[in-house]
């Protein structure tokens, strides 16, 4: 054989396969990212240094899913999430475990109901339909709610939940029906430039080509940015949860409860829709870090507040807890965009605890942000959601 056509033959097995989109992270982000991409055409490969679909913090989310927010960008893209995911096994055919129960965040003291009666009007005109409910329509709609002290709540009826491991499988599959390509257990040690333009990157087992490359790599979305010299503000702190046994329905919708007490700045439950209550908390003070092992201190802390808030929880029995991370950014919103420094990364980090909501709508915004085929309304959101932005703002409902 010529030489030539072996050194030829040499230089496509070396070639770096070659695509429209990478992007670094299989999560709650990542994967409706690629999903929504790959129908739209492009040609996606997804990495994750884990074994499977939403491993990493996308399996430690409770299900919540909810447009009831407090910046219409939040609320626009989580209206989009709502509808993608109650139409899911409709239109797909995977039972996600869907429940449309509605959310209702609840007021025992002044501040809290004035705080809460005060985001009403931004977030009915951003289209959420949400109303305040007084102390005995919020009592007949939750019947378990403590009615000592009670002011009242909001309640969004189209808030809904469904199972993490669920979607994120169902949104997998079908994008490899639409011709998305996952490698899993491949970690992303570097991305390539040339000029100032993201050409492709590396993993710890190949080398890959594309003009786009998007992080989505949820709390290690820092380790990322330091591949090419940037600082993301994104800092991972860990949360617990808890699943109880299951039993009849009793409890619609999630409850929230954003009073700060008890070594927590919130708490939040709902009955799932085979019947468990699930919960969580935010520490306060916040636990930075990347550490999942489950405390002692969690479920005491947590149950105190949840039988203070529905009294008939304490004949449940706990099956088990977890710990897993929210990836925060210094306001409690996402940094969604294009990178002004290197042409061609994108980001959609920072997703606080909110990925999971996030994460349908996010995905396809993100697919017409790479395809430049943005509305007015969606460069608004983006505008708001700017990784440049100054990070002054303080998100209430956290
Ligand atoms: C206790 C708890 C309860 C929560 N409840 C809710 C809820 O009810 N509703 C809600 O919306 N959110 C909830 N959240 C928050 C939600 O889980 C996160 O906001 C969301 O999962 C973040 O999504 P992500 O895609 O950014 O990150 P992830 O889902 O973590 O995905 C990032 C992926 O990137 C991969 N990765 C990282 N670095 C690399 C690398 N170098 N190479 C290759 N792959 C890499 C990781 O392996 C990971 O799979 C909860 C979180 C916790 C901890």
Redesign the pocket.
């Known amino acids: 054989m010529h030489l030539l056509a072996i050194d030829l033959r040499k230089a496509v097995r070396t070639m770096p396969s070659t695509y429209d989109v990478i992007i670094?992270?299989?999560?709650?982000?990542?994967i409706p990212s690629a999903w929504a991409m790959a129908r739209s055409g492009l040609n996606v490969l997804v990495?994750?240094?884990?074994a499977s679909p939403?491993?990493?913090?996308?399996k430690?989310?409770?299900?919540?899913?909810r447009a009831t927010h407090s910046e219409p960008a939040k609320i626009k893209i989580c209206l989009r999430s709502l509808e993608i995911a109650s139409t899911w096994q409709g239109t797909y055919g995977h039972d996600i475990d869907w429940r449309t129960g509605g959310y209702s965040f609840v007021a025992y003291n002044d501040s809290i109901r004035d705080t809460l009666q005060g985001l009403i009007g931004t977030q009915q005109a951003s289209g959420l339909d949400i109303t305040w409910l007084d102390r005995s329509e919020l009592l007949e709609r939750v019947p378990a709610l403590q009615p000592d002290g009670l002011l009242g709540g909001t309640f969004s009826p189209n808030d809904g939940q469904c199972s993490p491991l669920l979607l994120g499988q169902a949104m997998f599959e079908q994008a490899c029906k639409e011709g998305a390509t996952f490698r899993f257990q491949?970690?992303?040690t570097d991305i390539d430039t040339d000029n100032g333009r993201v050409t492709g990157l590396r993993t710890d087992k190949g080398r890959y080509a594309a003009p786009i490359v998007v992080n989505?790599?949820?709390?290690?979305a820092p380790?990322?940015g330091k591949l090419l010299g940037l600082d993301h503000p994104v800092i991972p702190d860990s949360?617990?949860?808890g699943i109880t046994e299951p039993v009849a329905r009793f409890l619609d919708p999630m409850i929230v409860d954003i009073q700060p007490g008890d070594q927590s700045a919130n708490c939040y439950f709902f009955q799932l829709a085979t019947g468990q209550i699930v919960f969580?908390l935010t520490p306060d003070p916040l636990i930075p870090g990347t550490d999942c092992r489950e405390t002692s201190d969690f479920l005491p802390l947590i149950a105190k507040r949840m039988i203070r808030l529905v009294p008939r929880l304490a004949n449940l029995r706990v099956r088990r807890t977890w710990r897993?991370?929210?990836?925060m950014s210094p306001d409690g919103a996402p940094l969604v965009g294009r990178d002004p420094s290197v042409e061609g990364y994108v980001l959609a980090?920072g997703?606080?605890?909110?990925?999971?909501?996030?994460?349908p709508g996010l995905g396809e915004l993100m697919d017409r942000m790479v395809r430049s085929d943005l509305t007015e309304d969606d460069q608004a959101t983006l505008d708001a959601l700017s990784p440049s932005r100054n990070f002054k703002g303080n998100a209430a409902l956290k």
């Open positions: 670094i992270g299989s999560g709650s982000v990542g990495l994750d240094k884990l939403g491993q990493g913090s996308n430690a989310a409770i299900g919540g899913m491949e970690t992303v989505a790599a949820g709390g290690s380790e990322i949360h617990e949860a969580a897993g991370l929210y990836p980090v997703m606080c605890g909110h990925g999971f909501m996030l994460g």
